[in-house]
């Protein structure tokens, strides 16, 4: 029995079930014999005017339409970030990205995040808690009905709030719900070891993405601290495992900085690494942070990267994140307050400490 379920059965005084949190199974439970022309989808309805009978039958029932309010929108070229207020008083972001197919939503799944990537905004604070299931399907809901892909690569580290986004990525996908394609989902790890090996047995057929950026132990620990005790050979073997447990590609990005990890002999190494497996390759450039004094890697050396890949025959392209017209590109995302003052940050890490 869900967490959601057990929850209805409580005194009705300590009820206040959040409807986005809410499995078809959750839905039945609630509606039971009583008869109603509600259906489990009208839960997740984009608009912001929610249907009179959706509210009487909400209040009726002790349930929580929304939680998550929207304090700002910021809007840029091809994209447009959304902060969310937090009934804590923290606000997390997420961001809007617009394809010539539909639309993204890039989402968050922690507020803060413990593993304190050295080139990211979203850990500068550290880890708060871990957003609830409900929280995680919110931000797709209000990000509107065009949404036909979502990525858990805004603040927090998913794997480490694995049960709260695996039952989102189950709501997500329940065709009397959102209805989103399970392929169209994308989770982004650093790649923790047991998490990794527990998503292998999972059925759902997403698509897994590793932040690497790195190819010695050394290096990968000075740029994601979190993961100090996470072997690099063993997050690439749990991941390739994945894979082909699953017989999907895995994605591993890669960030270029220069004269940290952009070396000839790292390219060299990240061959060795991943040739003869089910794996490609996304070359990043480094979206500026502020206070956080690295640099983007040129385009020579870029290049050089993507070619060497190339020639060991495998699949890489370089990618330019969208967003950063509006601070929401990758590792952009800050942990803010409900007035959209940034969190208190950490000490903030020079690049010459990481040669």
């Known amino acids: 029995m869900s967490t959601v379920t057990t929850r209805l059965f409580a005194p009705a005084a300590e009820r206040r079930v959040p409807a986005l949190?809410?499995?078809a199974a959750d839905f039945g439970a609630?509606?039971?014999s009583t008869p109603t022309n509600l259906a489990y989808r009208d839960l997740f309805l984009s608009h912001q005017d929610l249907p009179r009978k959706l509210k009487r039958w909400a209040e009726e029932n002790s349930?929580?339409?929304r939680t998550l309010d929207r304090v700002k929108v910021e809007r840029g070229k091809c994209s447009q970030k959304v902060l969310f207020g937090l009934a804590d008083g923290y606000a997390v972001e997420s961001v809007l990205i617009r394809r010539r197919d539909g639309f993204t939503a890039c989402i968050s799944s922690q507020v803060g995040c413990a593993f304190a990537c050295q080139f990211c905004a979203s850990?500068?604070?550290?880890?708060?808690r871990n957003l609830d299931t409900s929280e995680i399907v919110e931000q797709v809901v209000q990000l509107g009905s065009k949404v036909n892909r979502v990525v858990f690569m805004g603040i927090g580290e998913p794997l480490n709030n694995y049960e709260n986004v695996l039952g989102a990525i189950r709501i997500m996908r329940d065709r009397d719900g959102l209805n989103l394609p399970t392929t169209g989902i994308t989770i982004s790890t650093i790649g923790i070891p047991k998490a990794l090996a527990r998503l292998r047995e999972e059925h759902l057929g997403i698509n897994l993405t590793i932040s690497l950026h790195?190819?010695?132990?050394e290096i990968r620990d000075k740029l994601i601290p979190g993961s100090r005790k996470h072997d690099i050979r063993d997050v690439i073997g749990r991941a390739v495992s994945w894979?082909?447990?699953?017989?999907?590609?895995v994605t591993f990005v890669y960030l270029l900085l220069p004269g940290v990890n952009d070396a000839r002999v790292d390219a060299?190494?990240?061959v060795r690494m991943l040739s003869y497996k089910p794996a490609r390759v996304n070359l990043m450039r480094w979206s500026p942070v502020d206070g956080v004094a690295f640099g983007r890697t040129n385009d020579r050396q870029t290049q050089y990267f993507r070619h060497r890949l190339e020639r060991a025959g495998i699949p890489v392209v370089v990618r330019d994140t969208q967003g950063m017209d509006i601070d929401a590109a990758c590792g952009q995302l800050w942990l803010r307050d409900l007035q959209g003052l940034k969190a208190a940050s950490r000490a903030r890490v020079q690049p010459t400490a990481l040669a």
């Open 123 to 128: 850990g500068q604070a550290g880890l708060k």
């Open 214 to 217: 790195a190819t010695t132990q």
């Open 243 to 249: 894979a082909e447990r699953h017989n999907r590609m």
């Open 21 to 23: 949190g809410l499995t």
């Open 268 to 270: 060299d190494r990240l």
């Open 30 to 32: 609630i509606v039971g």
């Open 63 to 65: 349930v929580q339409l």
